[in-house]
């Protein structure tokens, strides 16, 4: 496949994707707006850091040249406004600049990494409509696209797992929990990279659109139970009624940095499940949330060996 162009490919997921395609030995043109972001990919030797605007088709053509196949990790889950403006910047904007960057450097070849419910017709969130709206642009391109829905990411560092810790370690005994009922089938970073390293491998993929979940279903009570569980926490998660999640979410619109949101709220209210396998397509077994929930709380693995040494050292 030769070089590939990651669009946030600084992020969570394009880090963990951008290890695994060096390691088979492409080149990569991580393509970022802040190229202080990308400090931690310089360890790889085929990274090439390349600053351009992922909305303006000219920037993002001079940052795909030599490139032949681009992947798109770039998504917000929440905006500054209320409006929807900021999702389709992110989403929509940046789908369109990319389809008419790749046409003026001759690029086919495109995996986009959307969402599970992206463009649902009962979807009302800003995130999933404007994700849907992107997919749809790609789509209608003409060009080689491969779109990966994963539901919930989880692994090392995800912020989600790691955000309800933070919430269970400052909270006295009982976690109020909005939308506690929701669903997810929770899918490891490490296996979304393979699914993408997997569909730049094979053409048959091309044009297909493929869901990735895990092998489990959770509540999002569960989820955060088996977080409590795991970092040895005794905590009660009492679950929010419907007006009482929205009313939160009404109230976190206006907190610093959104940890929920209206917007979330409306995105909840569809279950983040598969209805395909799209690991079984590409001949992968998912990871267990299970198995993996201590390394991704850093209770278990080398980042908690090494917490453990320096407190023993008393640093």
Do not use: W
Not at 70 to 98: K, T
Not at 275 to 280: E, H, I
Not at 299 to 305: A, R, Y
């Amino acid at each position: 496949m030769g070089t590939i162009a990651l669009l946030g490919g600084t992020g969570f997921v394009g880090s963990r994707a951008a290890a695994l395609l060096a390691g088979d030995g492409h080149g990569l043109h991580v393509i970022t707006r802040r190229a202080g972001h990308a400090d931690h990919l310089k360890v790889l030797p085929a990274a090439r850091i390349v600053r351009a605007d992922a909305t303006d088709p000219a920037s993002l053509a001079r940052a795909l040249s030599g490139a032949s196949a681009v992947v798109n990790f770039i998504g917000i889950l929440n905006e500054r406004g209320r409006d929807g403006s900021g999702f389709r910047r992110a989403h929509v904007d940046v789908a369109s600049a990319m389809v008419a960057a790749c046409r003026s450097t001759g690029i086919t070849r495109i995996v986009q990494v959307s969402a599970l419910n992206a463009g649902h017709p009962e979807a009302t969130s800003h995130y999933l409509r404007s994700k849907g709206e992107a997919e749809a642009v790609l789509r209608d391109s003409g060009l080689a696209v491969t779109i990966l829905r994963p539901s919930v990411i989880f692994g090392p560092g995800d912020s989600f797992l790691n955000r309800f810790a933070g919430l269970l370690r400052i909270t006295p005994g009982i976690l109020p929990l909005a939308m506690p009922d929701a669903r997810f089938a929770p899918v490891h970073v490490d296996d979304v990279a393979a699914a993408i390293r997997a569909v730049l491998a094979n053409a048959e993929f091309a044009g297909q659109t493929l869901e990735l979940c895990g092998p489990e279903q959770y509540s999002l009570r569960e989820l955060v139970a088996l977080t409590a569980r795991t970092l040895g926490l005794r905590r009660a998660v009492f679950g929010l009624p419907g007006f009482a999640s929205r009313l939160q979410a009404a109230l976190m619109d206006f907190v610093p940095g959104k940890p929920f949101s209206t917007d979330n709220y409306r995105s909840l209210l569809l279950a983040s499940v598969c209805s395909t396998n799209g690991f079984a397509a590409l001949g992968l077994q998912p990871r267990s949330l299970a198995a993996h929930a201590g390394a991704t709380l850093g209770v278990t693995g080398p980042l908690s060996d090494f917490d453990r040494f320096r407190r023993t050292a008393r640093r």
